[in-house]
C-alpha cells in the first residue's frame, strides 16, 4: 500500500497511520520492505535511497512500528532481474566483494 515507486502517492499518505487507525489494538511489523534498482531503467539509487528513509522515518515517528525489516542487504545478480537489485549493497565480486549503495551510506 505504500507507495510502490519513490514518486508514487498511490493514494496512502502514510501507512503506518492507515495500518494503526485500521488495527488499533495491534502491534505494526514490517518484516520485508524495499525497493529494487535497475541500473537499465528510471529506477535508480536515489529512488531507492527517498523512498527508504521516508518509509523509515515513518516508522520511527508512529509509536505503534515495533520492527522494521529491510530487504534485502546485498544485491543478488545470478537470480531473475526483478529480484536481483533490492539490496543495499552492490555485489563487487559474487560472495567476497561488496560496495555501499546509496541507502546504506545514508543510514
Known amino acids: 500500500m505504500e507507495a510502490p515507486a519513490a514518486k508514487s502517492p498511490n493514494n496512502v499518505s502514510d501507512i503506518t497511520v492507515t495500518l494503526a487507525n485500521t488495527f488499533p ?5 514490517f518484516t520485508e520492505f524495499g ?5 537499465t531503467s528510471t529506477t ?3 529512488d531507492q535511497n527517498e523512498f527508504m528513509t521516508k518509509f523509515i522515518a515513518k516508522c520511527r515517528n508512529n ?3 515495533k520492527a522494521v525489516i529491510a530487504y534485502e542487504l546485498f544485491d543478488e ?3 531473475k532481474s526483478h529480484e536481483a537489485t533490492y539490496g543495499m549493497y552492490k ?3 559474487q560472495y567476497t566483494g ?3 549503495k546509496l ?5
Open 25 to 29: 489494538d495491534k502491534e505494526i511489523w
Open 35 to 39: 525497493y529494487r534498482t535497475k541500473a
Open 44 to 46: 535508480n539509487e536515489a
Open 63 to 65: 509509536p505503534r512500528v
Open 77 to 79: 545478480p545470478y537470480k
Open 91 to 93: 555485489w563487487s565480486q
Open 98 to 100: 561488496s560496495a555501499k
Open 103 to 107: 541507502i546504506a551510506e545514508s543510514l
